[in-house]
């Protein structure tokens, strides 16, 4: 069992920073691969980027140069930083934890067994 715990959300202008954490609990975190989505009113949830368990990172092209996701095992936390804020990324974000056993496909939901509830990231213009 591994429960998430996303922080860092918040108001920011555009062209502006912010980092996001999500904390893990749970000893097997280390072999989880780990992935951040996000989601706005009336879209469905999309893949933002993922790390795998031994730092290996992939990024959807629209935040590509970007964001840049880092994990931190000992501290089971994985980070998400978002530099060059836009206005289109505001939404809620989400962190997701994916199984060693799984598919291999790491930009999909279904691939991910745990999810945090998610914080809220807004961008002004």
């Known amino acids: 069992q591994v429960q998430l715990v996303e922080s860092g959300g918040g108001l920011v202008q555009a062209g502006g920073s912010l980092r996001l954490s999500c904390a893990a609990s749970?000893?097997?975190?280390?072999?989880?691969?780990m992935g951040w989505f996000r989601q706005t009113p009336g879209k469905e949830r999309e893949f933002v980027g993922a790390?795998?368990?031994?730092?290996?990172?992939n990024y959807a092209d629209y935040v590509k140069g970007r964001f840049t996701i880092s994990r931190d095992n000992a501290k089971r936390t994985v980070f998400l930083q978002m530099d060059s804020l836009k206005p289109e990324d505001t939404a809620v974000y989400y962190c997701?934890?994916?199984?060693?056993?799984?598919?291999?496909?790491?930009?999909?939901?279904?691939?991910?067994?745990?999810w945090g509830q998610g914080t809220q990231v807004t961008v002004s213009s």
């Open positions: 749970g000893r097997t975190f280390s072999t989880y691969g």
């Open positions: 790390i795998s368990w031994s730092g290996g990172t």
């Open positions: 997701a934890a994916r199984p060693p056993s799984g598919s291999g496909r790491y930009d999909v939901e279904y691939a991910y067994q745990y």
